[in-house]
């Protein structure tokens, strides 16, 4: 296939580098304003030509419709050589299906009940901690809350005490590098011996080893702890009979932990940032919590009581959603908006201009959760709502996701609230997630 070379194209961009200073220095700007040149549009980042996808017919089209034209794109072939090749990062294909199908039974709903009474006694112990007029980084208390809560669904027992430490100290390094290689024109290789390449051979070793002795342990055990970890072990694939060798299970705890970890923190800090401006939101919230939750502990069975709750997580995920795109990469040439899309070439979807569609969302840009009352049934059914993608490689994790914030959230919102403590413009990371690294706030009692 030729490519066609008439689609619209962004321009203003680096002679050398294209579009990609934009990209890391200010993204929100740059794909708000994609929309404007039309459904979808070209940019180039460094030497790379992507394709940007602006309206949900085309996303879904990706995602969905020709989700067999494409595989996981640049972001994830990246992250894939720090990480392995969990079910996040794996291309796809019939091997990508098979590890689906294996992964599965580890978030059935039987055992997300189990794992929502971890979150319960994790934000229980956290919300004891608070203490009013206390300031807090409020991302640093949602990831230390996400990554206990992971590490103890992950691993039931304390044999994976040791291999969550080493992924709070290792992890940042790895995650840090993933960012800078994804907004970087050319990219020192990681066989070099530079003293970042050094730190990174080290980090990515002591997760290895710490994860793999974790194994071996429960291996050696042959006892089911009920646990992600376990359900891993016993997987068997009903059609091909496969079973996950020590790799593919290390791959995958390295993913799960990668990816469920920054998103939720991320989301969490978005929503009490968001609370904290819309007080007549936050009072419906509060008045929610106080007569459903009496015991200031949400659980798991209280959730489909509690729409204000599940409301504020939808919108939240809606404005600041954890990927500002989601990257693929044609697989073979394929056709898309009129044009022809060549194999290997990046397309992006913007997930700003998926979430802002004004025709589904009026006043866009307001933080408004009553919207889900009437929104909910159709956002479903299209692609104006991708928080956590769509097709076969939507996230496997959304329900566990969700059901965590809900319990956090809520259960936070039910003692205290969050004023912000400074007045600025918040900065938010470029890379693997959309963070907000300078939000400080005070902790006040209801």
């Known amino acids: 296939m030729t490519a066609v070379t008439s689609s619209p194209r962004l321009g203003g961009g680096h002679l050398v580098s294209g579009h990609l200073a934009q990209l890391r220095d200010d993204a929100g700007s740059l794909l708000r304003r994609l929309p404007e040149a039309g459904d979808m549009v070209r940019i180039r980042v460094g030497w790379r030509t992507v394709y ?30 720090y990480f392995g090749h969990g079910l996040a990062t794996a291309p796809g294909g019939a091997a990508h299906l098979v590890q689906r199908r294996m992964l599965q039974p580890a ?3 039987a055992r997300l009940a189990r794992y929502s009474v971890v979150m319960r006694d994790v934000v229980q112990a956290k919300a004891s901690e608070w203490r009013p007029g206390d300031r807090v980084r409020v991302y640093e208390q949602m990831y230390d809350m996400a990554i206990e809560i992971l590490g103890r669904t992950l691993f039931a ?22 960012q800078h290689r994804i907004t970087s024109l050319i990219p020192i290789p990681g066989a070099v011996p530079t003293s970042r390449n050094n730190r990174i051979s080290s980090a990515t070793k002591r997760l290895k080893a710490a994860t793999t002795s974790v194994i071996a342990a429960y ?6 702890q009920r646990d992600i970890l376990s359900s891993l072990l016993a997987a068997r694939d009903e059609q091909t009979q496969h079973r996950m060798t020590d790799k593919q299970i290390h791959d995958e705890i390295v993913t799960l932990i990668v990816g469920g970890t920054e998103t939720t923190a991320a989301t969490l800090s978005w929503a009490f940032h968001l609370l904290a401006a819309n007080p007549h939101v936050e009072a419906e919230l509060h008045a929610e919590l106080d007569a459903l939750v009496p015991s200031n502990v949400v659980r798991h069975e209280d959730l489909p009581q509690l729409p204000v709750l ?7 995920l809606r404005l600041h959603p954890t990927l500002l795109v989601i990257t693929r990469k044609a697989a073979i040439g394929t056709r898309l908006a009129g044009f022809t899309i060549p194999s290997g070439a990046q397309v992006w979807i913007n997930m700003h201009a998926l979430h802002h569609d004004s025709t589904t969302y009026p006043e866009p840009d307001r933080f408004i959760p009553s919207r889900w009352d009437r929104n909910s049934a159709q956002s479903s059914r299209d692609a104006t709502y991708l928080p956590f993608g769509a097709g076969n490689r939507k996230c496997i994790g959304d329900e566990f996701a969700l059901i965590e914030a809900a319990i956090i959230l809520g259960t936070l919102a039910s003692t205290w609230k969050l004023r912000h ?5 918040i900065r938010t ?13 005070e902790i006040c009692q209801r």
Do not use: W
Request: net charge negative; hydrophobic share 40%; proline share 5%.
């Open 157 to 178: 027992t304390g044999l994976g005490d040791h291999v969550i430490d080493e992924f709070r100290q290792c992890l940042p390094t790895l995650i840090k590098d993933v």
């Open 310 to 316: 599940t409301s504020v997580i939808r919108e939240t």
């Open 429 to 441: 990371t470029a890379g693997t997630t959309a963070i907000p690294m300078n939000l400080p706030m």
């Open 219 to 224: 291996r050696a055990s042959g006892t089911d």
């Open 52 to 81: 940007v996808v602006n309206s949900p017919e085309l996303a879904h089209q990706v995602l969905v419709g020709d989700a067999r034209s494409y595989v996981k794109g640049a972001q994830f072939e990246i992250a894939a050589r």
């Open 107 to 109: 978030f059935h709903r």
């Open 421 to 425: 403590s400074t007045q600025h413009a």
